[in-house]
């Protein structure tokens, strides 16, 4: 352990981790982990991309944690210089005992997130740089709710496939909130029927149409069980974005160009959002600022940065460009 706390991560030598401290709740104690990546002496020939004098912070979607080291690599290509945050009860983060991903409220992420920039700032000090936070899915919708609260300290946001809107459209959504309400009062942990057939990790995994490799303990192939609790958070908070967050900063939103939201398995569903309804969120997403960018990428995935390498390389493409034009 180094003496400021950083220790080789699971990622291997080239990743550090630093625990980060949130005190108890019913379940115990309560930690985030910060994710960075060991820079070398080549790493200095990319600070002057578009990204230059930037912190990114990255923050995973449900049933998920950081693992995506092309992103950190790439990102950090760009000029930025990349964090990632494991949340409290996900990945790094959880603990035996703990109910995964468990909250009543996005809110409460705003701990996990202050703890991140404050150690962030302990150990580079300088002039005030620029942060980008980038999201994905639920940690696409929490960041965005952050954001909204703490504009002062942002000075842009990625969004990656955003958890901005229900599946059904806010139509749906109203018709079923009213019902996860309740069971939240009634009985906050109480189990869900499980909804996931297991696709999106069959086009992710290496184990079938995809090609990573991840801890299946923090990434499970039919993900965390849902609660009625967690539920109503998230409707709550994709309510909030509906009637407008007014966020002054440019905002990118990436997202595949078709959803596959169907019960059985289709060879297209390897080339497609399997999770969301990419066009109820690319709607949602003028919601959230007066500046927002939709990019639809053909053939994305759920997470665009785990598709196929052409995908993914115009997704780093629009990131930069977005990054060149609109962060001034």
């Not at 019913?26 to 990319?46: K, M």
């Not at 962030?120 to 002039?127: L, S, T, V, Y």
């Not at 500046?291 to 115009?314: F, N, Y």
Request: aromatic share 8%; glycine share 10%; net charge neutral.
């Amino acid at each position: 352990m180094t003496r400021s706390g950083w220790v080789q991560d699971v990622l291997g030598p080239s990743y550090e981790r630093l625990e980060l401290p949130l005190g108890q709740d019913a379940e115990g104690p309560v930690v985030a982990t910060l994710v960075r990546r060991r820079w070398t002496p080549g790493d200095l020939l990319h600070l002057r991309g578009p990204l230059e004098g930037t912190d990114v912070l990255y923050v995973h979607g449900w049933s998920d944690y950081f693992f995506q080291t092309e992103l950190a690599e790439r990102v950090e290509r760009l000029g930025a210089r990349f964090h990632a945050l494991d949340l409290r009860k996900y990945g790094r983060s959880l603990r035996p005992g703990q109910t995964p991903g468990g909250t009543d409220d996005l809110g409460v992420y705003d701990d996990d997130i202050r703890a991140a920039l404050d150690a962030i700032a302990a150990e580079h000090h300088g002039p005030r740089r620029r942060l980008v936070p980038m999201g994905h899915s639920t940690g696409g919708l929490t960041l965005a709710l952050w954001a909204s609260r703490h504009r002062d300290l942002v000075d842009g946001l990625v969004l990656n496939s955003p958890w901005l809107e229900f599946q059904g459209d806010a139509v749906g959504r109203n018709l079923v909130a009213p019902l996860i309400r309740l069971g939240a009062r009634r009985n906050p942990l109480a189990p869900i029927p499980a909804v996931d057939p297991g696709f999106y990790t069959r086009t992710v995994s290496s184990t079938g149409e995809g090609s990573w490799t991840y801890d299946q303990r923090w990434r499970p192939d039919r993900g965390f069980p849902l609660h009625p609790g967690w539920l109503a958070a998230v409707f709550a908070g994709q309510q909030t974005v509906e009637h407008g967050l007014g966020m002054p900063f440019p905002v990118l939103v990436m997202l595949s160009d078709k959803s596959m939201l169907q019960p059985r398995w289709n060879e297209g569903m390897a080339h497609a959002d399997v999770a969301l309804n990419v066009d109820a969120v690319a709607r949602r997403a003028l919601s959230l600022g007066d500046e927002v960018t939709v990019r639809r990428l053909r053939g994305a995935l759920h997470d665009v940065v785990l598709s196929e390498p052409a995908v993914r390389e115009r997704a780093y493409d629009v990131i930069g460009r977005w990054a060149g034009t609109l962060l001034r």
